[in-house]
């Protein structure tokens, strides 16, 4: 080999691994995927859940969010018709093969976006709601960092590829339980298996409906640039999880990966479950009983299990204090008693993300009470009047929460929470 032919070589190599280096992190390797207790936020399984990846058509779960939002506040109507322009017409499949100057009614949109994973429907609905595609996929971005979704930027509707549109597991998790949270109705639309339009029918390309037990939604996305993705909500025996998998190499190995990521999780749920009954107000404890409180060995460590949970959407975390209360304080929330301290922060936090206008001035308060078996720690909200205390739990209650009204008493001394 002559000195020519082995320089040429060295600068072939030399880009080959300057190419590779210049390759974005978030494309780098395609797969992710994140296992999520969805009632507690316990993160059950997690690989590279926070590193950017391409949504695909999960980017349709933010343009349905977007079209429920418009539907609520009154904007458009199941019954009204959208017009299609040359634009969306002009999209590529997965489509309906609408064409200008055609209509379609909201409510099927709606359908042929869960089920078809239509992309001339996806800009019908962008032009309808923000005037142009891009503008709408501004607002989706705007939204999407009101909802927590920090990774996440969107640069169109429909999750065809662009290399700036991206998310991760993480934030695709927060916005199914923003979904289901937010418009618990419309999320229905999700467990939508056929779609018929125009003497057609489009089976939902999610395979897990009918399929694997107590699936009800919510979307599948695919581009080469970002594998195989699905986003799926499974409920069993009152225990909810959220599964996101970023990456798979087929629909097919996506979907076993999932079922087996979703059998691990509801095991490991099942192992680290705990009490969950709602315990009624106790009679102030005796004069001469020390209640205990947690030392800071405990402290640290529930912050660093605290560490792998999601935060409630899109509140803040509550902040957890210790000591007597102002006397002039009437009453609170009681939202559960749990075995462990951790526990009953979540419970609380999971409060506030329902009830954010109500819960968000209230003090949040894990209360210990020493029993034969053990310890057990009520979660509170307290510095709400009667009233108050009264219209949270009916709410709460109606989401299938644990809640009871309590007045409030200045004369017990409270658990410490973590600090920092």
Same mark, same amino acid.
């Given at each position: ?92 499949? @997965?489509? %309906? =093969?609408?064409?200008?100057?055609? +209509?379609?009614?909201?409510?099927? $949109?709606? #359908? &042929? !976006? ?43 509707? @429909?999750? %065809? =590829?662009?290399?700036?549109?991206? +998310?991760?597991?993480?934030?695709? $998790?927060? #916005? &199914? !339980? ?62 909810? !999880? ?179």
């Amino acid at each position: 080999m002559t000195r020519r032919s082995v320089r040429i070589l060295a600068t072939i190599a030399l880009g080959l691994i300057w190419l590779a280096t210049a390759v974005p992190a978030h494309a780098a390797n395609k797969y992710a995927a994140l296992i999520l207790d969805a009632d507690t936020g316990t993160v059950l399984f997690e690989r590279h859940a926070k590193a950017q990846r391409h949504p695909a058509s999960l980017t349709k779960i933010m343009t349905l969010y977007m079209l429920f939002d418009a539907l609520k506040d009154g904007r458009v109507g199941l019954e009204d018709r959208l017009k299609v322009s040359t634009h969306a017409a002009a999209q590529p499949p @997965s489509n %309906l =093969h609408l064409r200008a100057g055609d +209509t379609i009614r909201v409510e099927d $949109a709606i #359908l &042929a !976006l869960v089920t078809k994973s239509a992309n001339d429907v996806a800009v019908v609905v962008a032009e309808a709601l923000g005037g142009t595609e891009y503008k709408f996929a501004r607002q989706m971005t705007q939204r999407a960092r009101q909802l927590g979704m920090r990774s996440t930027t969107f640069r169109n509707a @429909s999750g %065809l =590829h662009d290399g700036r549109q991206v +998310t991760t597991a993480y934030d695709m $998790a927060m #916005l &199914a !339980l923003a979904v289901r949270r937010d418009f618990p109705q419309e999320y229905g639309y999700f467990a939508t298996r056929r779609f018929d339009w125009k003497g057609r029918a489009y089976n939902n390309h999610n395979k897990l409906l009918g399929h694997y037990r107590g699936t009800d939604g919510i979307k599948t996305g695919y581009i080469g640039a970002s594998g195989f993705n699905l986003v799926a909500s499974v409920e069993r025996n009152g225990r909810r !999880l959220i599964g996101v998998v970023f990456g798979g190499k087929t629909g097919s190995r996506r979907d076993r990966h999932m079922k087996r990521l979703l059998d691990s999780g509801f095991k490991k749920a099942a192992d680290i479950r705990v009490a969950e009954i709602v315990v009624p107000p106790l009679p102030s404890p005796r004069p001469d009983r020390e209640v205990r409180v947690a030392d800071a060995d405990t402290s640290a460590r529930v912050s660093a299990e605290a560490a792998s949970l999601l935060p409630p959407l899109p509140v803040p975390a509550p902040e957890f204090e210790s000591g007597s209360r102002d006397e002039g304080v009437e009453w609170g929330i009681q939202v559960g008693a749990y075995a462990t301290e951790l526990r009953a922060q979540r419970s609380i936090a999971l409060a506030r993300g329902h009830l954010v206008e109500l819960l968000t001035g209230a003090d949040a308060l894990v209360e210990p009470l020493d029993r034969r078996t053990g310890t057990i720690y009520r979660a509170r909200l307290l510095g709400l009047s009667e009233q108050e205390a009264r219209s949270a739990c009916l709410s709460l209650k109606r989401r299938q929460l644990p809640c009871v009204p309590v007045p409030a008493r200045a004369d017990i001394e409270l658990a410490a929470g973590p600090k920092g």
